[in-house]
């Protein structure tokens, strides 16, 4: 059975940084896909950041773009959500999800809809940036 765990989530100000975590068991970083997604009360889920062992380089969502890095430590068997200079409009719910295979690359994945592609979800940590 795989379980992924989110933490890291937090109340930040504006500008600051944090790390989130997503641990995970039953689920080996070989062949992989996973992505970091984030809801925010009354919007729709929006696609962060994805990393696919199919894809030469990780995808970012634009609103992040240059303050988010996505990364995968296998030895630990963690995916990380480095967030710096952080914004008011990035307080969200975050999730990471994976999939067991590379089949659907990044850009699928972070295109419309494509949460759907990945098949395990964690229960999401709570990022919260104030002004």
């Known amino acids: 059975e795989v379980q992924l765990v989110e933490s890291g989530g937090g109340l930040v100000q504006a500008g600051g940084s944090l790390r989130l975590s997503c641990a995970a068991s039953?689920?080996?970083?070989?062949?992989?896909?996973i992505g970091w997604f984030r809801q925010a009360p009354e919007k729709e889920r929006e696609g962060v950041s994805c990393?696919?062992?199919?894809?030469?380089?990780?995808y970012y969502g634009d609103s992040v773009k240059g303050r988010f890095t996505i990364s995968v430590d296998k030895a630990k068997n963690t995916a990380y959500l480095q967030m710096n200079n952080l914004k008011p409009e990035d307080t969200a719910r975050y999730y990471c999800?994976?999939?067991?295979?590379?089949?659907?690359?990044?850009?699928?994945?972070?295109?419309?809809?494509?949460?759907?592609?990945?098949?395990?979800w964690g229960q999401g940590t709570l990022v919260t940036v104030s002004s």
């Open positions: 999800a994976v999939r067991g295979s590379s089949w659907y690359g990044c850009s699928d994945i972070l295109g419309s809809n494509g949460y759907r592609y990945l098949e395990e």
């Open positions: 990393l696919s062992t199919s894809d030469g380089s990780p």
């Open positions: 039953g689920f080996t970083f070989d062949d992989y896909a």
